[in-house]
């Protein structure tokens, strides 16, 4: 990015060398824009795009495929299209989006019957999916809490730091993976939440973290949450792959639940992208639960406030399709049955690509894969053996080492698990 | 943030005498003792009030309610009313004769074809949809423009007009943190909200003259004449919001001699492309000019009038510049900015564009649906007129209602009256004297006209 300096100079540049021209201008205006970076995560799908090897394996980005390695569209959405397709009109939704959807939504998270929800106590808005939900959530926090920072874990999603930083959200980071184990380096983690200052804003993910793939049990959950109570954290989860990790929502928002249990007033972002697929539709919800409704509304108030300059108001479509899904007892029993098998499908790949990595007689251990949660695997494989997979291998990822085990089907799970096993045995 | 305390309503009593303390002291934890293990699993059982804890209280203790926005909340205030007469002429949003919202029917047409083709719905690029945004391009500039043939054009979807108009100011703060917004006086209500959230700093141009209810032309020119230069002129394409007033094709050019002499950036914010004149080509009329003269030009566009597609928040934000690596560049850092907020736009609604535009037959019965909404509001502006022009004896000239364009009229009622119009006849506007003709039927003319003299003559 240009320094101030350096746009000054520009425009000083163009100045100068603008006077005299009649019509035509022929400098630009933008000669100080660099070319920003790929995204890390979605620039790999752009290179798989590009690559033409009839072996090419894209273990990138986390959208889920079938076993034939097809993007999916579940048979509940398709109903749901079906019904809703030419008939309703697109007047405008309410900024805080539809009401239905969100209602839905929170139950999702803070159960059927949560008391909160009955006693209007969470203030929720429809969000661009689990992104625009984290970003109205940084910008509400830097608004009304303008002295706090965030605490991210590492590693995390790369975009997480992108939106606290446009939010301008100062980050901290907590201790999370531990790489010896590839598993949690939970001691760690409890000592940065007892050294955070008193009242620090803590993100977490709910399930199945992203890119690990390593989630705290259900014991070190209670405690994490207890340690919080002491200290009086805030909480703010990101709840992207609720379904997905598991198989079943209830026990993916487990680690919420006892947050809610324990008393906590959390902030949560949940996203549709993953378990209903409706990642290009963008749709999500952010809520934060509050010490009543009188408070719920005006916190729901301000987020509206927040969202009207960046979008105005939600897109109906998706949050349409959720809320004819989740409102059909019939239609939402489908869509339990499609997350759960998703999920199978993908535990099951996990069980073949450590198997596989075995049977070949890798040096390494082989866990991890099966230990892992949801759609992701952290590996292990640094930078430059991702590098080698890419360019030997025309198998693609973050150079994180993170597999999206959507990607991997029974067809190219032994090549995946030769061409690791090729990069890394002699490490 | 208020400290609190700590009390557990099942501990001993002597326990929470000694607890009273500030939480955070590390000992605090340690006063449990054996508690601290009960804590973990009594915690579940008894439930939330027996953990009355300090989290408690909420670190949102002292938010105040929002005001409600000034347009969106008038629908919500319509829709709280429950008189018969009511009127909601408030929100820009197209209404049939029957005061019906209008699904267009090529709209459901391509919507039906996707269903049949049962598209997938992964993750659009952070640019968004690839053609989207070829069609959304040759429609404002024109398939043989020459920006588009030498790759000068950097386009990216958007989440409407006010994602679009978003991701522009979010790009004018990272690369001209210096540089100003100029927009209107006055302009669509969210214009300044979405500079202010962007943190551009902005001031106002001259632009509505209230004494003949048409453009301040001088003092427009004026005023962006003594702006710094290298100003961001925020400029609406076609049918001005609130006003209606457009200037005319000279003026447009004066407009743009004065920019290119300051050096000012134009920033186009067309919003109803089609709703204007009727006719797509003929409303991108401005910014085709300022394109053909050689000028780096932004263009915000959106699509949720002319398509009736408000809620699927379809758009896309524009950068002409003067080369295609310049293009390149700037389109690559819309993306870094999108990333963090949205991280890719949604699909459906572009699909929809794409699909129409893409089809001639589509593309066609789309212009002549475009027709028939630009004709009906044309129509109910004439009647409107020739009812006001029969009720009011005084010989005032209601005539600016037929030069103005597009579905907003500014009536010159200020908030005063205004307030009377929605008091006393429920009908519902902004506090501007901003009427959406598009929520008007021609059966409710003479009715809106009762109203509005009432409100001009006897309320001050």
Known sequence: MASRTAISCGIARRLSSGYGFATRSMSSWWTDVEPAAKDPILGVTEAFLADTHPDKVNVGVGAYRDDDGKPVVLECVREAERRIAGSENMEYLPMGGSVKMVDETLKLAYGENSEFIKEKRIAAVQALSGTGACRLFAEFQKRFQPDSQIYIPIPTWSNHHNIWRDAQVPQRTFHYYHAETRGLDFASLMDDVKNAPNGSFFMLHACAHNPTGVDPTEEQWREISYQFKVKNHFAFFDMAYQGFASGDPERDAKAIRIFLEDGHLIGCAQSYAKNMGLYGQRVGCLSILCEDELQAVAVKSQLQQIARPMYSNPPVHGALVVSTILSDPTLKNLWLKEVKGMADRIIGMRTKLRENLENLGS??????????????????????????????????????????????????VGYLAKAIHEVTKSS | MASTMLSLSFAAPSLHQSQ???????????????????????????????????????????????????ILGVSEAFRADTNDTKLNLGVGAYRTEELQPYVLNVVKKAENLMLEKGDNKEYLPIEGLAAFNKATVELLLGADNPAIQQGRVATVQGLSGTGSLRLAGAFIHRYFPDSKAMISSPTWGNHKNIFNDARVPWSEYRYYDPRTVGLDFDGMISDIKAAPDGSFVVLHGCAHNPTGIDPTP????????????????????????????GSLDEDAYSVRLFVSRGLEVLVAQSYSKNLGLYAERVGAINVICSGSDAAARVKSQLKRLARPMYSNPPVHGARIVANIVGDPTLFNEWKEEMEMMAGRIKNVRQKLHSCLAEKDKSGKDWSFILKQIGMFSFTGLNKVQSDNMTNKWHVYMTKDGRISLAGLSLAKCEFLADAIIDSFYNVS
């Open chain 1, 363 to 412: 040096p390494l251990p082989w866990e991890h894969v099966t230990k892992q949660i949801g759609m992701f695997c952290y590996s292990g494989m640094t930078p430059e053996q991702v590098d080698r997979l890419t360019n030997e291998y025309h198998i693609y990822m973050t150079r994180n080492g993170r597999i999206s085990m959507a990607g991997v089907t029974t067809g190219n």
């Open chain 2, 20 to 70: 009273k303390r500030e939480v955070g002291c590390v000992e605090t934890a340690s006063l449990f003792g054996n508690k601290k293990v009960d804590l973990l699993f009594k915690g579940k059982s008894l439930g939330r009030t027996s953990m009355s804890v300090a989290v408690n209280v909420s670190r949102f203790e002292g938010i105040t309610m929002a005001p409600p926005d000034p």
């Open chain 2, 250 to 277: 000279e003026q447009w050019e004066k407009i743009a001699d004065v920019i290119e002499e300051k050096k000012h950036i134009p920033f186009f914010d067309v919003a109803y492309q089609g709703f204007a004149s």
